[in-house]
């Protein structure tokens, strides 16, 4: 019942033999063994296990491994892939975005699917694109002004592109 | 959770997947968005022998007008209506409905043709091309036919569907000039289908209603569309009491269940007050306005 597939994962071409069935989120965490990727609800719901499938945010509990076959996934484990911080991590951290962390790899995916649409966003704009992560621990406001502080360090490093791109190019 | 085994097929052509559907019949299902279907298949409550992938196939996320119609692939996405300049200038209740499906993230994969075939009650898109009188071209391998969306759901989560058929367009009348529309939902937190949802598409001549579409979400075993109230604005000036009795027509189309959302009497009066507001909001439109 295996199918084989080829993805490319945070820059690396991954194969595997899966049975269609798999979700991308257990490829992911349980054959890659990169478990930065949470399962928070299961339901499709929280927000928890958000990758990025060809720079889009996708609900990894929500999509099959195999239909990721030939596409470029990215995971919160590329995002300190050299060694420092992504600005959103490292804005996460100094803005307090985070408590327990439970949510912080999907939050910070899908703000830099929204960073990379747009650069500058406005807190509604933050808010609206967060709306399907959920958090049970910070209240959001945190979450806010690290996206923002993210964006702007983001915006004034563009002139030093390798930093600011490093974890999305891959 | 994890689905029961099945067998996966990602077509590279219509045709293929046709095929494919037509020798495997009632043991197939079409994977488009996914975002109802793989729930479904996790939670058990479906456990089809094979799906059939449509994502592979080139040239099925289109929306266009041609020949007098607004035609809609069976891969265009939520996103994608959310983000047309084309919807947001003159299909107004489309415009306005994308934005409140689920959440963006599911918006980014989730299509409108896959939650129409999927006729969840309480979904929004089967309620929009109602108001809009949309026709649905169901395809096979033996040749396709076109079915209303009035004539295509048959109850909850089921409809004109043949286990062998692909929706494979929606196609809806270009809108004239001066037409409007609004999409009214109450919902109890970002993502959460709809309490209830109104859908209004007018449009006008000489002042007065030239056509009009009213459809109802999350009130009845299926989207309804509620005719009465349509019938009584035909032809009309849309002055205050044509449009309070047109908004009562509605809540009377309306057959809500009480439940965790909300009582019969509640509902129902949520029909009246977003019919009101969704007439007015079109109306405005219509001649031009916000
Ligand atoms: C948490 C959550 C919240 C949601 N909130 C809302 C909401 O507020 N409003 C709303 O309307 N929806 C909501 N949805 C559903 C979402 O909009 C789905 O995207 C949609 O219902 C199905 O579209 P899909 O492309 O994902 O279809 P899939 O999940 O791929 O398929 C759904 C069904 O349709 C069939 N199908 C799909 N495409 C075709 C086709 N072209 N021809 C024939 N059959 C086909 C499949 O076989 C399957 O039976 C929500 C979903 C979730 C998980
Ligand atoms: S685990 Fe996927 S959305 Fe919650
Ligand atoms: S930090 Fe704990 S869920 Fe968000």
């Not at chain 1, 933050?126 to 621990?137: D, K, T, V």
């Not at chain 1, 945190?142 to 915006?155: D, F």
């Not at chain 2, 299902?29 to 109802?36: E, I």
């Amino acid at each position: 019942m295996g199918q084989s597939i080829t993805v490319t994962v945070n820059g690396e071409q991954k194969s595997a033999d899966v049975e269609p069935r798999l979700l991308l989120v257990h490829f992911l965490r349980e054959k890659l063994r990169l478990t930065g990727t949470h399962i928070g609800c299961d339901t499709t719901h929280c927000g928890a296990c958000t990758v990025l499938v060809e720079g889009v945010p996708v609900k990894s509990c929500t999509m099959l491994a195999v239909q990721a076959d030939g596409q470029q996934v990215t995971t919160v484990e590329a995002l300190a892939a050299g060694g420092t911080l992504h600005p959103i991590q490292a804005a996460f951290k100094q803005e307090h975005g985070l408590q327990c962390g439970f949510c912080t790899p999907g939050m910070m995916l899908t703000s830099i699917a929204l960073l990379n649409e747009k650069p500058d966003p406005s807190d509604d704009d933050i808010r609206w694109a967060l709306s399907g992560n959920i958090c049970r621990c910070t209240g959001y406001m945190n979450i806010v002004k690290a996206v923002k502080s993210a964006g702007a360090q983001m915006r004034a490093s563009a002139a030093v592109p390798e930093a600011a791109t490093a974890a999305t190019r891959s | 959770m994890l689905p029961a085994p099945f067998e996966y097929h990602a077509p590279k052509t219509m045709d293929e997947a046709l095929g494919l559907l037509d020798e495997l019949g009632e043991d197939a299902k079409v994977l488009a968005g996914g975002q109802s279907l793989i729930p479904l298949l996790k939670l058990r409550f479906a456990s089809p022998a094979h799906l059939v992938d449509i994502n592979k196939i080139k040239d099925l996320d289109f929306l266009e007008e041609r020949h007098g119609t607004l035609s809609i692939g069976p891969l265009f996405r939520h996103k994608s209506a959310e983000r047309s300049s084309l919807l947001a200038s003159r299909y107004h209740v489309m415009a306005d409905a994308a934005p409140q499906i689920a959440d963006p993230i599911i918006r980014n994969r989730g299509t409108i043709a896959g939650s129409v075939a999927h006729a969840d009650p309480s979904g929004d898109w089967g309620t929009v091309l109602l108001a809009l009188d949309a026709d649905l071209v169901l395809r096979s391998k033996s040749g396709s036919r076109t079915v209303k969306a009035r004539d295509f759901f048959s109850g909850p989560f089921s409809t004109a569907l043949q286990p062998t058929e692909i929706l494979s367009e929606i196609r809806i009348p270009v809108a004239k000039p001066q037409t409007g529309g609004a999409y009214l939902k109450l919902e109890r937190k970002v993502g959460d289908f709809a309490t209830v949802a109104v859908a209004v598409h007018l449009q006008m001549d000489d002042g007065k209603v030239g056509s009009a579409g009213i459809g109802l979400t999350a009130v009845g075993p299926q989207n309804i569309r509620a005719e009465r109230a349509e019938a009584a604005l035909l032809g009309a000036r849309l002055d205050d009491d044509t449009i309070k009795e047109a908004a009562a027509l509605a809540a009377e189309a309306a057959e809500p269940k009480a439940d965790h959302r909300g009582s019969v009497q509640y509902k129902r009066n949520i029909v009246r007050v977003f019919t009101e507001r969704g007439l007015k909001r079109a109306y405005e439109r219509a001649r031009g306005g916000g």
